[in-house]
Each structure stands twice: as structure tokens, then as C-alpha cells.
């Protein structure tokens, strides 16, 4: 997979396919079922680490679950997320950050926030480091949110999200996941910005690509799912018909059901 052929599936409207991904047998597997995207996510945090938010998460740790999921994948586009604290002080402490992910296999990094982070999105990409952001609910941020909660839902939180999202393309980002926000506005923000790729996951069928975290969507996850997850298992026999399951189910536009998984 390559960027240019992503820009092509976006441009063509065909949806593309991002699950979550920490270890190599993964990888191997998750390739295998043709996944356009592994995210070496910093849910791994609450999914592997069994901590209750991203924020403990530290840049050694997705360094080394990025060099494991490098070695199992072939063909996917391979992105990781720098965690809490390794892109907030300085523009050259982003650089840093985003290099040591690069070097660990990373073909693109991700980092959470919209207005302060333009700035160094426009650092990255002119160093030739593809960026994908990531606006709404941003799990780094949880304490400061107040909580896993739908966000612009009101005029103003919608503004604001419409204009993060311009400015980080405009700055040269070419991914913005959208998480937790409501499918209208979503739809608004993959209209306006057709040099984005968005990724949804809470965020209706509208965007140009879907994202879930892999423990969800396999139903390994413990307590009560988000609205917006389906459980893949439920009627997979085994994890690969699953993986290919939730494959045709985005592509054919039949996940997320805007009703059912939608806000
Ligand atoms: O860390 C993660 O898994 C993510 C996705 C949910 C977008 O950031
Ligand atoms: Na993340």
C-alpha cells in the first residue's frame, strides 16, 4: 500500500480499511485478510498494558510494538501513534519522536490535537514525514475532556472542529481520524477537506476510511462495548473470517450503520 494509492481510493470513493494492530502474528494475519491500514495504536495502553487510559503509554513502548508489527506486515500502510508527552514540548522533540517511530517501521505517524498541532504538522510533512491527525474525542486528553464522550455536538465544539481539521490540511496532514463525533459533522469535514483522508470510528459511515481497536472488534475487550464497536466474532467462525468480515462489511458500506453504531 502506498499513499498515493490511498489519495486514488479516497478520490474514487472506495472505503478503506484500518483496524488496530500491536504484535507481529497479527500483522501477518491482519495482512493476509488484504487490511489497507494497521495502527499501531496507543490503545495498546489499555488493550495489552491493561491501564485505564493512552496516558501512561511511553514513546520506547510504541517504538518496540511498532518494530514487532513492521516484521509481521507486507503490504498494509503502517502508521503509529506518538504517545502523551513525546510531541507537546517542541517542535524538535516531535521531529524526534516521529523519527524513532520511522526508524521502528512506522510509514506514518499520528498525533492527537487540532489548533497548537498545526504548527508541527506542517514541521513533519515538510521533513517528509506523512502525518495523520486525529480530532474529537482525543484519549490523551481524557482528563482534561472529562471523560469518553461524543464531542461537537454543539455549534460552537462543531466550528471549532471545522476549522482544526482545515488548518491541519491545509498544513499538509493527509489523515485525520475522527473519533466520537457526530456522522453530520463528520460528513461536513470529509466534504470540505478532500485532501484528507478521513478515518472514522464513532463517527457514522461517512468518512473516507474506518478504524477500530482489534480487541473490540474480536470481542476480547471485557465489559460493555462502545455504541460504535461491532463484534466481529459474534457470527466469525474463526478470527480471519471475522477480519474479513469487518473488510466487506466497510467496503460495501454496510459498517458502521449509521443508526446502530452512529451519533
Ligand atoms: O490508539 C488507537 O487505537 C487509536 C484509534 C482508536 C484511532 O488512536
Ligand atoms: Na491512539
Redesign the pocket.
Known amino acids: 500500500m502506498t499513499l498515493h494509492r490511498l489519495r486514488e481510493m479516497r478520490a474514487q470513493g472506495e472505503k478503506i480499511t484500518m483496524l ?1 494492530c500491536y504484535d507481529a502474528s497479527f500483522a501477518r494475519l491482519l495482512d493476509s485478510c488484504e487490511l489497507d491500514c494497521l ?1 499501531v ?4 495502553g489499555m488493550v495489552l498494558q491493561g491501564q485505564s487510559s ?1 496516558v501512561p503509554v511511553t514513546l520506547d513502548e510504541m517504538a518496540y510494538h511498532t518494530r514487532c508489527v513492521a516484521r509481521g506486515n507486507r503490504h498494509a500502510w503502517l502508521l503509529s ?1 506518538l504517545p502523551f508527552g513525546s510531541y507537546q514540548e517542541s517542535l524538535d522533540q516531535c521531529m524526534r519522536s516521529s523519527v524513532a517511530l520511522m526508524q521502528a517501521g512506522a510509514q506514518m505517524i ?1 498525533l ?1 490535537g487540532g489548533g497548537w498541532t498545526t504548527e508541527a504538522v506542517h514541521f513533519l510533512t515538510q521533513r517528509g514525514i506523512p502525518v495523520c491527525a ?1 480530532l474529537g474525542l482525543t ?1 490523551q486528553s481524557v482528563h482534561a475532556l472529562g471523560g469518553y464522550r461524543v464531542q461537537g455536538r454543539d455549534a460552537d465544539g462543531a466550528a471549532t472542529l471545522r476549522q482544526h481539521a482545515r488548518e491541519l490540511s491545509e498544513a499538509g496532514a493527509t489523515m485525520l ?1 475522527l ?1 466520537l463525533v457526530p456522522t453530520a459533522l463528520a460528513a461536513e469535514i470529509t466534504e470540505a477537506n478532500p485532501q484528507l483522508i478521513t ?1 472514522g ?1 464513532g463517527a457514522g459511515n461517512v468518512t473516507a476510511a474506518q ?3 482489534l480487541h473490540d472488534m474480536l470481542g476480547i475487550t471485557a465489559g460493555k462495548l462502545p455504541r460504535f464497536v461491532r463484534n466481529f466474532m459474534a457470527t466469525g467462525a474463526s478470527i480471519e473470517q471475522a477480519v474479513r468480515l469487518f473488510v466487506s462489511e466497510v467496503k460495501s458500506g454496510r459498517f458502521p450503520d449509521n443508526g446502530q453504531h452512529g451519533f
Open positions: 488496530t495502527l495504536g496507543d490503545s495498546l493512552t501513534d499520528k492527537e486525529h484519549p481520524v473519533e478515518v470510528i478504524v477500530l481497536v
